[in-house]
């Protein structure tokens, strides 16, 4: 049963990049897509990109088209969310899976952004 | 993009009974849907998927359903475990979309 291990809590100021490492024990991310989907404080999910198991990412969300990008090495999975806003702030999900759904998940990782 | 909007927000319910959640898109996604639970600080848990296919692992009591624009997620004898919010989410095309949730109190 995969685990998948995201880094700890950032906190950033506006106008600066986050950067979220997905790390999967216990299986590999080899052969599924990972997608990342964010939760702002009290409020519902949001899909931001995915990353094929080719490593060719797609992200067509418009509210984060040239802001985000997403790479994989081994067995890690990395996404950077640049030029924070405070509207950023949010917990930050990889997701194993297929091309549109996620049957695994990491455990969050908060990125908090203010000025 | 494609819109899911869900209903009701929220509802109450008792251990033991049966509850319905709609999802409706808006546009017509053939059986590109998936449901989520989330349970209070936790990460979300795929139930369904393909509409009405129940993730391994899932208990029995929820079932979905629909097709086109109109889906369903029942749960039949609601445990205690089962209050959380529950999320819809079209897999018709990117960018992927959720619904809004709907919480299941007590």
């Known amino acids: 049963q995969v685990q998948l291990v995201q880094s700890g809590a950032e906190v950033k100021k506006t106008g600066a990049s986050a950067t979220v490492s997905c790390k999967a024990s216990?299986?590999?991310?080899?052969?599924?897509?990972v997608h990342w989907v964010r939760q702002a404080p009290g409020q519902g999910l949001e899909w931001m990109g995915l990353?094929?198991?080719?490593?060719?990412s797609t992200s067509d969300a418009q509210k984060f088209q040239g802001r985000v990008s997403m790479t994989r090495d081994t067995n890690t999975i990395y996404m950077e969310l640049s030029d924070l806003r405070s509207d950023d702030t949010a917990t930050y999900y990889c997701?194993?899976?297929?091309?549109?759904?996620?049957?695994?998940w990491g455990q969050g990782t908060v990125v908090s952004v203010s000025s | 993009d494609i819109q899911m909007t869900q209903s009701p927000s929220s509802l109450s319910a008792s251990v033991g009974d049966r509850v319905t959640i709609t999802c409706r898109a808006s546009q017509s996604i053939s059986l590109y849907l998936n449901w989520y639970q989330q349970r209070p600080g936790k990460s979300p848990k795929l139930l369904i998927y393909a509409a009405s296919s129940l993730q391994r692992g899932v208990p029995s009591r929820f079932s979905g359903s629909g097709s086109g624009t109109y889906f369903t997620l029942s749960i039949n004898s609601l445990q205690p475990e089962d209050f959380a919010t529950y999320y819809c989410q079209q897999s018709y095309n990117t960018p992927l979309t959720f619904g809004g949730g709907t919480k299941v109190e007590i």
């Open positions: 997701a194993r899976g297929g091309e549109g759904y996620f049957d695994s």
């Open positions: 990353i094929n198991p080719s490593g060719v």
């Open positions: 216990g299986d590999t991310f080899s052969g599924y897509y």
